[in-house]
């Protein structure tokens, strides 16, 4: 998450990228974050495709150690919508090809994910929850995010302990809904879960997701979650 991109933009409002294409790129494809009392808000990618990618293809926020959110690294308002991702983390194969860590009101729809080393979609950070007495300002303002109909397929194909779609920390009136996943797996004998919540996973409803053939637990919830 902490790698360079083709395109960064930070602290900006307001930007489309629709109909591009990113490709053959070492890096990450577009990262987005905020920077001091500025935050990103109200950008979309939309209608673009990523392929060959290094890192992720779409990178939205920053990272930190466990309870570790600030207010300044939220990003807002982002909507990802009828976007083709596949095959990325070429370099680094920790990265999913959707990371979306410290935001709110982000929608990730109508997206193909596809070929991944590790997770198809990602959302959250921080492995804070009310039960781990996280950071306060992370569990007020991290949340209301969607990952709706999106079809994720043929993710898991190096890593392990991953999802085709995946979430860590609390994030209050979050959806995962009406997503199609299939063949979470290495192609050989080691089979990835379709659903995660992992540490501090709370409030997020989950429903009408489709989890067919070739995955391993159809739903994989940590403790404490």
């Known amino acids: 998450?902490?790698?360079?991109?083709?395109?960064?933009?930070?602290?900006?409002?307001g930007i489309v990228f629709d109909?591009?294409?990113?490709?053959?790129i070492g890096t990450a494809g577009i990262k987005i974050k905020s920077d001091g009392d500025k935050l990103s808000d109200g950008n979309q990618i939309i209608n673009s495709r990523f392929h060959d990618i290094g890192y992720s293809a779409i990178i939205l926020g920053q990272v930190s150690g466990h309870h570790g959110y600030q207010?300044?690294?939220?990003?807002k308002n982002t909507t990802i919508k009828n976007n083709y991702i596949t095959?990325?983390?070429?370099?680094?194969?920790?990265?999913?090809?959707?990371?979306?860590?410290?935001?709110?009101?982000?929608?990730?729809?109508?997206?193909?994910?596809?070929?991944?080393?590790?997770?198809?979609?990602?959302?959250?950070w921080g492995w804070d929850s009310e039960e781990s007495n996280g950071n306060q300002a992370f569990l007020d303002e991290v949340?209301?995010?969607?990952?709706?109909?999106?079809y994720v397929h043929d993710t898991g194909k190096n890593n392990r302990d991953?999802?085709?779609?995946?979430?860590?920390?609390?994030?209050k009136g979050s959806e995962v809904a009406y997503n199609y996943i299939i063949n979470s797996w290495d192609g050989d004998d080691v089979y990835e879960n379709g659903?995660?919540?992992?540490?501090?996973?709370?409030?997020?409803?989950?429903?009408?997701?489709?989890?067919?053939?070739n995955v391993g637990y159809w739903m994989h919830q940590w403790m404490y979650t």
């Open 143 to 150: 949340g209301n995010n969607k990952v709706i109909y999106n």
């Open 195 to 213: 659903l995660y919540l992992d540490q501090g996973s709370a409030h997020i409803e989950v429903h009408h997701n489709v989890v067919g053939e």
């Open 19 to 24: 109909d591009c294409d990113f490709t053959n």
């Open 162 to 171: 991953g999802g085709s779609i995946y979430n860590l920390g609390s994030s």
């Open 87 to 124: 095959r990325v983390g070429l370099e680094n194969r920790d990265s999913p090809g959707i990371i979306a860590t410290y935001t709110s009101g982000t929608v990730i729809e109508h997206n193909e994910v596809a070929y991944c080393p590790y997770t198809g979609i990602s959302t959250g």
């Open 71 to 75: 207010s300044y690294m939220l990003v």
């Open 1 to 13: 998450v902490q790698a360079p991109a083709g395109l960064l933009l930070t602290g900006c409002e």
